[in-house]
Every structure is written in C-alpha cells, then in structure tokens.
C-alpha cells in the first residue's frame, strides 16, 4: 500500500475555500486517489476520487500533481458541516481494501 | 433509498465471550466490507465479502470470523473476546467490486 502523508489538522473559516494537501508519493501507476471523510459520530463518507487528471462532483474538485505524488481536495466554501476527519487513500480498483491513515481533522470556524 | 444498516448499535460483553454483528448493505449491493476503528490504530480492514466469497482479509488473528449471505447481508463474529476488541466496527458495502464504498453508522462494542 502506498504511504500517504497529511497534516494532523487544519482550520478554516466558513465559507471560504479550503485545500487539504496530500503526499502519496510511493502511489503505483494503477492506483487511483480516493478521499473520504468522517464526520463525529458517524462512519466514513466517500468524497471524491481520481487517476491522472483532475476531477469535480458536488461536493469537492480534487487536484492531482503531474508526477501523482500528491493531490489536494479542495472544498470550494466550507459550512459547518465540513468538520470532519478528511483521509487520502491511495488504491488500486483491484484491491477493495481501505487502508486508512490518520487523515486531516479539519475545524471550521464560525 | 435505505442506507447500510448495522446491528446492533452498541454491545457490552465480558471478556472470554463471543459476539456476532450483523450488517445490512444498501439494496442491490454486493460487496461487503468490515473495518474496526480504535482510538489507538485508527481504522482498520477486517475483511470484505462479494458473492458470499471472502475475497480479501486484514490482518487480524483468526478469533475473527465473517460470512456473506445470497442475500448480500454479512454478519462478523468475535470468539474469546478480549479487553482490546473494544472498538467501533463499521461495515461498507458497494455495488460490486472497484466502486465506492458507503459506510454504515458502526457498532460500538465494549469489553469488559
């Protein structure tokens, strides 16, 4: 499994944009990039995911280096109910296993 | 539509004991997936299941078990439980293999 790094935590005020950054940078050339998040008390929430080129949906855009050993997920103006613990996941379509990191607790503040 | 439903929501067992948890994936799903999330390891792959055929495993010893119904419903068991099997497990299912995963509200187990 590729290592990832992330920061431990971030702070945002709502309703601005927030980048949270992660480094991946021993991903194999198959895997594709997932996030999810998991807000308090609930199980995880899948986010976004991508292989090369970068991606958009409803609730994030998620950015991808050239080289693939790093992305950023990008919420484009946080609510409060972005608070959560975001996790980069690098994995092969092949292989279902998650393997969850420590991941990024992200606060928003009011 | 429903999502992934887990029961029970919260256990209390004693050490030695065994414990089975139950797992509803989302309607016409059929890969299952378990995970044990602790304070100390985070979160953790169990096993996941897809056509009543457990088709990967994590690495934790063989006091835990799972299965996989036609149904596509799962169930996990635990055997001699232990004072560190205190944990929430959570269940993911998805439509079939390489697709996202949607989680399930967890159960939280505690040992005593």
């Known amino acids: 499994d590729a290592k990832t790094t992330q920061p431990n935590s971030m702070e945002s005020n709502e309703e601005e944009p927030v980048h949270l950054p992660c480094n991946h940078s021993t991903i194999s050339g198959t895997d594709y990039i997932h996030w999810y998040r998991q807000l308090p008390s609930q199980g995880p929430e899948y986010v976004i995911h991508?292989?090369?080129s970068n991606v958009n949906n409803r609730m994030a855009s998620l950015a991808i280096a050239e080289d693939r050993k790093s992305s950023t997920l990008i919420l484009h103006r946080a609510t409060l109910r972005d608070a959560a613990v975001y996790y980069c996941?690098?994995?092969?379509?092949?292989?279902?296993?998650?393997?969850f990191g420590t991941g990024t607790r992200l606060t928003i503040i009011p | 539509k429903a999502g992934v439903t887990q029961t029970p929501r919260y256990l209390i067992k004693t050490r030695g004991q065994q414990v089975t948890l139950s797992c509803s994936p989302i309607s016409g799903h059929r890969s299952v997936s378990w995970y044990q999330q602790t304070p100390g390891q985070g979160l953790q792959f169990l096993f996941e299941y897809f056509s009543e055929t457990q088709r990967n495993k994590g690495n934790f010893p063989g006091r835990f078990s799972g299965r996989q119904f036609s149904n596509s419903r799962s169930e996990m068991n635990v055997s001699t439980l232990e004072l560190g099997d205190s944990a929430l497990y959570l269940c993911a299912s998805s439509l079939r293999l390489r697709q996202e995963q949607f989680f399930g509200p967890g159960t939280r187990l505690t040992v005593l």
């Open positions: 991508g292989l090369t």
């Open positions: 996941i690098p994995s092969n379509f092949g292989n279902e296993k998650l393997t």
